[in-house]
């Protein structure tokens, strides 16, 4: 089955940068969707970044300017790129994708294990 593993998360300096990474793998035949979210403790999980179906992004305005998020197709992975942390953005960092294993199949929501973000001085 399909599997969204997360990494790049730890411990960092107000001020300092993370990137995280996302790799699906797996019978994917087609992705769509991709994106990032994040739930610190006692909130809701929110939206970080995302990939829309029709390529453009959409960024959280508490992250706008700070963050970025990419992607290589070609390895079923995508990133995102912290600047400028901090401690608000504190929380578990969870990748999402929409898959399809194969051609005419149902699409079906992924979310990676989760990765922890900690902004602390």
């Known amino acids: 089955q399909v599997q969204l593993v997360e990494s790049g998360g730890g411990l960092v300096q107000p001020g300092g940068s993370l990137r995280l990474s996302c790799a699906a793998s797996?019978?994917?035949?087609?992705?769509?969707?991709m994106g990032w979210y994040r739930q610190a403790p006692g909130k809701q999980r929110g939206l970080v970044a995302r990939?829309?179906?029709?390529?453009?992004?959409n960024y959280a305005d508490s992250v706008k300017g700070r963050f970025t998020i990419s992607r290589d197709n070609a390895k079923n992975t995508w990133y995102l790129q912290m600047n400028s942390l901090k401690p608000e953005d504190t929380a578990v960092y969870y990748c999402?994708?929409?898959?399809?294993?194969?051609?005419?199949?149902?699409?079906?929501?992924?979310w990676g294990q989760g990765t922890q973000v900690t902004v602390s001085s």
């Open positions: 999402n994708a929409d898959v399809q294993t194969y051609s005419s199949g149902p699409w079906i929501n992924y």
């Open positions: 797996g019978s994917i035949f087609s992705i769509n969707g």
């Open positions: 990939f829309n179906y029709g390529g453009s992004t």
